[in-house]
């Protein structure tokens, strides 16, 4: 069975370093790229960047280059997403996703980590 | 950055109604187009890629058509268990991109 399980719900203060996770299980994790979804409180979803596990290849949504940087440690089956300086406005739910192998649409994804960012 | 434009962003419903939801493109994306159902404090589930592929596992009263820039999601039957918020996808190109959702409540 799939599985993608996240790190827990995070609070943190603005100017604060963070990184959160995803695991990957029931699959083999290095040939399927994981994708970071952002959702903001009450709003809709956000796409955020993509990494390929097998060799790190990372691409970013212009919005969010340079904001955020996106990893993972294969040997462990992980994905990472961290902020260097965290901003109030980065308080929102991530999600990890599973891209399909072929095409770009998210076929599993994980249970959401909340960020809150807050003085 | 290609927009997706969904509508309605709210839709009143009752069990058993047949429900259609529109997906609008600002530029042809082919047919590579998914839909996502969301529950309140849930993540987004795939339903439906490549405009009408079923996932596996999904019920069949959920259909996906369209291909260029007008796609539709129809529930044939709503149940109890469809109401939540759906929202399509593009991937036919970087970034990609999401509608605003529709929000399918009960009547």
């Known amino acids: 069975e799939v599985q993608l399980v996240q790190s827990g719900a995070e609070v943190k203060k603005p100017g604060e370093s963070l990184k959160i996770s995803c695991k990957g299980s029931?699959?083999?994790?290095?040939?399927?790229?994981i994708g970071w979804v952002r959702q903001m409180p009450g709003k809709g979803l956000e796409w955020m960047g993509t990494?390929?596990?097998?060799?790190?290849?990372?691409r970013y949504s212009p919005s969010f280059q340079g904001q955020v940087t996106i990893s993972a440690d294969k040997s462990i089956n992980t994905a990472y997403l961290q902020w260097s300086s965290l901003k109030a406005s980065d308080t929102a739910i991530y999600y990890c996703?599973?891209?399909?192998?072929?095409?770009?649409?998210?076929?599993?994804w994980g249970q959401g980590t909340l960020v809150t960012v807050s003085s | 950055d290609i927009q997706m434009t969904q509508s309605p962003s709210t839709l009143s419903a009752s069990v058993g109604d047949r429900v259609t939801i529109t997906c609008r493109a600002s530029q042809s994306i082919s047919t590579w187009l998914a839909w996502y159902q969301q529950k309140p404090g849930k993540a987004p589930k795939l339903l439906i890629y490549k405009a009408s592929n079923l996932k596996n596992g999904v019920p069949s009263r959920f259909s996906g058509s369209g291909s260029g820039t007008e796609f539709t999601l129809t529930v044939s039957s709503l149940q109890p268990d469809d109401f939540a918020t759906y929202y399509c996808q593009q991937y036919t190109s970087s970034p990609l991109t999401f509608g605003g959702g529709t929000n399918v409540e009960i009547k």
């Open positions: 029931g699959y083999t994790f290095t040939t399927y790229w």
């Open positions: 990494i390929y596990p097998g060799d790190s290849d990372t």
């Open positions: 996703a599973r891209r399909d192998m072929t095409t770009e649409h998210f076929d599993y």
